[in-house]
């Protein structure tokens, strides 16, 4: 029901993050599931990440998508930045973690990235064109364009 409903509303992403009652199966299931039924992308970190690594996951993917890039891309550059920042706090002392496995993604067999489009700019098309048959209908009342191609001094 709720993969229909996102469909329907055309949602192109699901992001889930664990909770630490979430038991991983369900978590795992549930993300495959909104996937199969026809979510084009479906973010999931299947367990906790605490602190700075959710930091981390929250500013690298977002500034990602924000940037233009597809998701999978700004998944595995927040991958990317976890691995090379590995120090997370605990109670003893920084820990090197290996929570740059968790985020992964989910797409759909129907999920194409050709279809999303960029909206239509058809009047900014039609408003450059008018533009330029007002430059050569200038340039055409001015006569034959004359060129001078011989050779001058340059001071």
């Known amino acids: 029901m709720l993969a229909a409903t996102l469909t329907s509303a ?3 992403v699901v992001l889930i993050n664990a909770s630490s009652s979430s038991p991983l199966d369900c978590v795992m299931s549930f993300a495959a599931e909104l996937s199969q039924n026809g979510v084009p992308q479906v973010v999931v970190t299947p367990l906790p990440i605490p602190g ?3 930091v981390l996951l929250s500013e690298f993917f977002f500034k990602g998508l924000s940037g233009g890039d597809q998701v999978t891309q700004a998944i595995s550059t927040v991958r990317q930045a976890m691995v090379e920042h590995p ?3 605990s109670a003893t002392g920084p820990l ?3 929570d740059w496995t968790l985020p992964m993604v ?3 067999k129907t999920y194409s ?3 999303i489009v960029i909206e239509d700019q058809q009047p900014q098309l039609q408003d450059a064109s008018g533009r330029a048959r007002g430059i050569r209908q200038r340039i055409a009342s001015r006569g034959p364009l004359r060129i001078d191609w011989s050779p001058r001094r340059v001071a």
Do not use: L, N
């Open 10 to 12: 055309q949602t192109p």
């Open 52 to 54: 700075s690594g959710k």
């Open 87 to 89: 120090q997370r706090p």
């Open 96 to 98: 090197d973690s290996w």
């Open 106 to 108: 989910f797409e759909s």
């Open 113 to 115: 990235p050709e279809a």
